[in-house]
């Protein structure tokens, strides 16, 4: 039995690929059983016997719902030998198909981690259980992220789930005659749809008007947006250009993953460094978990991730929990009123965080580790789509998202008990 923690970050290991997400599986009709000679992997897929149980506890004192749990296949194949991931199902304790997705995460083509949902009252602990079977693709309405690069838009890479929606900008706005821009900050929409709605909004392209789904409201310019970074040496923050190559790693119907590069830029007398930023969107998910990893300094890097100052906006900060939250007051395009929009950092659990501010930015001052690979997360919210309200439930919902980081679910994959 291997018991394992779940939580929003990913492994160090660089993605190179993907594997296509897809299925809701159809476990296979009950047949004659199997020849004691046959190997078990095979004897599991004849007999249409559960291969492993998964049980997923939660620690915490609240609901934890649409949780994404992520299965791995060494796992997986260390109770039964020979099995292939891309035959996995999930089952519920009914013997009920749950949607899941299978990820490529070290580019072979050969899927490596089995992830789904759960939700989790407080304290609670649930069972599914893996399968053999075929694979099907998802229906259209499966799917809650998505993500791509926008050529059409100057090089844009914009991301969503059902809850939020991204941009960061690409190499082609840095020289366009109407309105240049070099900025590695974040772009936040507004959004009060729960439907994948960006390439419907670069279609009409008349996205900073709410025409009854939400907006972009948000103004990022030079700033940092809503989680962008740039190294602070010197008591100045140092930033990249547009990022020069992004790469789409896993797209739905359940966990968006992409890669965005930044060409070395200096930083200090003699010191140049480059970036590849690895960006996690779950379905159900109000936040990002951003991974960064750094090269061409020795040793640790100090960081300042930073949100954009406006006019209106307040900043609290909670060093004690590693998090730093904004709300402000946004127009849209005509300088109408649009409500209110949360932006949030939350760093890992223990890393430090170092208030300072910047002519565009709040930042939060954290390092890097020794390799220079830093790990956060970056969340936001738009009162007018219902669900987060005011400032106050701003701030517990940072608070939420901070405590989960902190106390991630339990998951134990062992044998499966016979039924």
């Known amino acids: 039995m291997t018991r394992i923690r779940c939580g929003l970050a990913l492994s160090v290991a660089t993605l190179l690929g993907a594997y296509a997400a897809y299925a809701q599986g159809v476990p296979p009709k009950p047949s004659a059983p199997p020849p004691a000679t046959m190997a078990p992997a095979a004897a599991a897929k004849a007999a249409n016997a559960n291969l492993a149980r998964v049980t997923a506890t939660s620690p915490s ?29 999930v089952v519920d304790t009914g013997g009920r198909p749950v949607l899941s997705q299978l990820v490529d995460m070290n580019g072979d083509d050969e899927p490596d981690e089995l992830v789904f949902q759960a939700d989790l009252a407080p304290h609670e602990s649930k069972q599914f259980y893996v399968r053999a079977g075929e694979r099907h693709h998802a229906a259209a309405a499966d799917y809650k992220v998505y993500g791509r690069f ?9 991301w969503e789930n ?28 507004a959004k009060r749809s729960t439907k994948l709605l960006v390439n419907e909004w670069y279609m009409t392209d008349d996205y900073h008007s709410d025409n009854g789904d939400g907006a972009d409201f948000y103004a990022v310019g030079k700033s940092r947006g809503c989680g962008g970074l740039g190294v602070w040496t010197g008591g100045k923050l140092h930033n990249s250009r547009n990022f020069t ?47 960064s990893s750094f090269s061409g300094a020795k040793g640790a890097l100090s960081i300042g991730i930073g949100i954009a100052k ?16 904004t709300w402000e007051p946004v127009k849209d395009n005509k300088a109408k009123a649009s409500g209110n929009l949360g932006c949030a950092i939350v760093l890992s659990p223990g890393a430090t965080l170092e208030a300072q501010t910047a002519d565009l930015d709040y930042l939060a001052i954290t390092p890097t580790d020794a390799a220079g690979h830093i790990k956060y997360s970056v969340g936001s919210a738009w009162d007018r789509a219902g669900r987060i309200r005011d400032a106050e439930a701003w701030s517990k919902t940072v608070e939420s998202a901070a405590a989960k980081l902190s106390a991630p679910l339990e998951l134990v994959v062992g044998p499966a008990a016979s039924k």
Do not use: C
Not at 66 to 82: D, F, H, N, Q
Not at 150 to 158: M, N, W
Not at 310 to 325: F, K, N, Y
């Open 61 to 89: 004192a609240f609901a934890r719902p649409r949780e994404t749990l992520a299965i791995s296949g060494v796992e997986i194949a260390k109770l039964v030998p020979g099995f292939e991931l891309k035959k996995a199902l």
């Open 150 to 158: 926008v050529r059409e838009r100057h090089d844009d890479f914009v």
């Open 162 to 189: 059902d809850l939020v929606a991204h941009r960061m900008y690409g190499p082609d706005l840095e020289t366009w005659a109407k309105d240049p821009l070099v900025s590695s900050g974040i772009d936040a929409w």
């Open 245 to 291: 190559r992004s790469r789409v790693l896993a797209n739905g119907p359940i966990r968006l993953v992409f890669e965005l590069s930044y060409a070395p830029w200096q930083v200090s007398n003699g010191v140049r460094v480059s970036e590849t930023k690895r960006v996690v969107l779950d379905a159900g998910s109000p936040f990002n978990a951003f991974e």
């Open 310 to 325: 406006h006019p209106g906006g307040t900043v609290q900060i909670d060093a004690s929990q590693g998090s730093m939250r």
